[in-house]
Structures are given as structure tokens and as C-alpha cells.
């Protein structure tokens, strides 16, 4: 059974920073292409990071330049570093497989950017 456990958002201030995690406990992990997805407030779900079982990256417009995926597949997580947040980033984190992500989510971890 799929399972994904995201953390490391909070409150931080435009022009701060976060790293979020996530945990998948999936089998062959390592074979899988994961994904960072957000939802904001009143919007549909948005994939704003990617990365593939190799380890090539790729990134949404909003975000491109300032967040950085990566991976540990000796670990199953997945990890989104956030930097220069602005207040449009604020909205439920999750982790998903990508592009076409299972029809589980899990908790999603909450970023909200305000001063």
C-alpha cells in the first residue's frame, strides 16, 4: 500500500526559506519519477517540481530558479529546498509519483509565506 508523509512546512517570511521532505513507502522507489505538487486556496492541485528515477529535474515556471528537488532512494524521500518564497507560494505541499500521480495523497504539509 502506498504510503507518503510530507513535512517541513510553517510560516516563513517573503524572501525566506524551507526544505521539505517527503517519505514514500514504495516498493522500487528508485524506479518511479516523483513529483512536488501544491494547491493554494480556491485552485486546482499544480506540479511545481519533478524529478525522474535518474535524477534529472524539471520545474514550473513559478518556481524555476528558486526551489530544487532532489531525491534519496537509499531513503524512499523526496525533498523540495524553497528559497526567495513570496506569498503566492502559500498553499498544501504534497508528494506524489509524476507526471501521473497515484489517487492516494497524503497529508500535505502546509506553506504559508507572510510577513
Given amino acids: 500500500q502506498v504510503q507518503l508523509v510530507e513535512s517541513g512546512g510553517g510560516l516563513v517570511q517573503p ?6 521532505s517527503c517519505v514514500a513507502s514504495l516498493s522500487m522507489f ?3 519519477n516523483m513529483g512536488w505538487y501544491r494547491q493554494a486556496p480556491g485552485k486546482q ?7 525522474s528515477s535518474g535524477g534529472s529535474t524539471e520545474y514550473g515556471e513559478p518556481v524555476k530558479g528558486r526551489f530544487t ?8 524521500t523526496v525533498a ?3 528559497n526567495s518564497l513570496k506569498p503566492e507560494d502559500t498553499a498544501v505541499y504534497y508528494c506524489n ?4 500521480p ?3 495523497w497524503g497529508q500535505g504539509t502546509q506553506v504559508t509565506v507572510s510577513s
Fill in 69 to 76: 528537488i532532489s531525491r534519496d532512494n537509499a531513503k524512499n
Fill in 15 to 20: 524572501g525566506g526559506s524551507l526544505r521539505l
Fill in 102 to 104: 497515484y489517487d492516494y
Fill in 97 to 100: 509519483r509524476s507526471p501521473i
Fill in 45 to 51: 492541485r499544480e506540479l511545481v517540481a519533478a524529478i
Fill in 30 to 32: 528508485s524506479a518511479y
Fill in 80 to 82: 523540495l529546498q524553497m
